[in-house]
């Protein structure tokens, strides 16, 4: 029986016209003319005997039911790009992993240690997009995630079934240089010949500039809290989106991060980056593999997991 679909020329033209609301920009963008663009639609509409755009005194618009239909094709057109993209890589195999992961741990933790899975499985190809928020994996292509925070939080996932990676020490750190500014003995000097510098109280990190991260609005006060301290000024500074921008402008001296310890580890090692403090944050957050709740699990699946356990132990 004859599938009752419109040709796919006639979807990628429609869908490049919703993006634009314009005909002619989604003929720069698929390098035909306009003409073909809107015979292209036309045919649609004959198609599906319903009108999706309408005129406007500066071109074109959706209507309701065109706004909804795109939506749609949207959706089904990106599903179709991505498994032409697995066949492409070779993955039609059953090797393919999609991974959705926490932008940081994925770029500082994950992605270094993935030439030691490539030599374990060369059969997986492992494909990452970046999440920071439970979804339904019902409406995506993700075989799993590694996910960041709190027991709860992980519990109250539904559909889903989880197993704790790493826990999150969140320390203060800083540049060394920072810490040297403030009248230290330099690593070297007379008065401290083999010494590291000296760690700083929670009573003076109180008064020095405090890196924010936006998603973490409260972490500096937790912090000040736990330590018992007073610190007026812990919701002020620079905030930022990520970790690794966090860290980055901390070793510029801009001033100190509270970032998760195993996320920092190459700049600790480099000596670009010091822990100002041995106070951490308490908390329950820790990172999570996270996986649908169903019983069958992929091939490509249980090798990355048995990986993964071996890898953060």
């Not at 090692?269 to 100002?276: F, H, N």
């Amino acid at each position: 029986m004859r599938r009752k679909i419109p040709s796919l020329q006639a979807l990628v033209c429609f869908d490049a016209a919703a993006r634009h609301q314009s005909y002619t920009r989604a003929a720069q963008e698929l390098a035909l003319t306009q003409g073909a663009v809107s015979r292209q639609i036309g045919a649609l509409e004959a198609f599906v005997g319903v009108a999706l755009f309408q005129r406007t005194r500066h071109g074109v618009a959706l209507t309701e039911r065109g706004a909804e239909y795109a939506q749609q094709v949207a959706g089904r057109l990106q599903g179709l790009e991505q498994d032409t993209l697995e066949v492409m890589a070779g993955s039609g195999r059953g090797g393919s992993l999609q991974l959705a992961a926490v932008p940081t741990f994925a770029t500082r933790w994950l992605i270094p240690r993935l030439p030691a899975l490539a030599a374990i499985h060369p059969e997986i190809t492992v494909h990452i997009e970046t999440r920071t928020r439970p979804f339904l994996f019902a409406d995506t292509a993700f075989d799993a995630a590694l996910y960041a925070g709190t027991a709860e939080q992980v519990a109250n996932w539904a559909g889903t079934r989880a197993t704790r990676l790493l826990d999150e020490q969140m320390v203060p750190v800083c540049s060394p240089a920072l810490v040297a500014g403030l009248g230290q003995p330099a690593p070297g000097s007379p008065q401290q010949p083999q010494s590291p510098l000296s760690p700083l109280t929670p009573q003076l990190i109180a008064t020095l500039p405090l890196l924010q991260q936006s998603t973490r609005p409260s972490a500096w006060r937790q912090w000040f809290d736990a330590a018992g301290v007073a610190a007026p000024m812990a919701l002020s500074g620079s905030r930022y989106e990520l970790f690794s921008m966090t860290a980055a402008a901390a070793a510029q001296g801009l001033g100190l991060a509270l970032v998760p310890r195993l996320l920092v580890e190459p700049e600790l090692a480099r000596g670009e980056l010091m822990v100002a403090c041995a106070q951490v944050l308490p908390g329950d957050r820790a990172y999570y593999l996270v996986q649908p709740e169903r019983a069958e699990e992929r091939p490509a699946l249980s090798g990355f997991k048995a990986w993964l356990l071996g890898a953060v132990r």
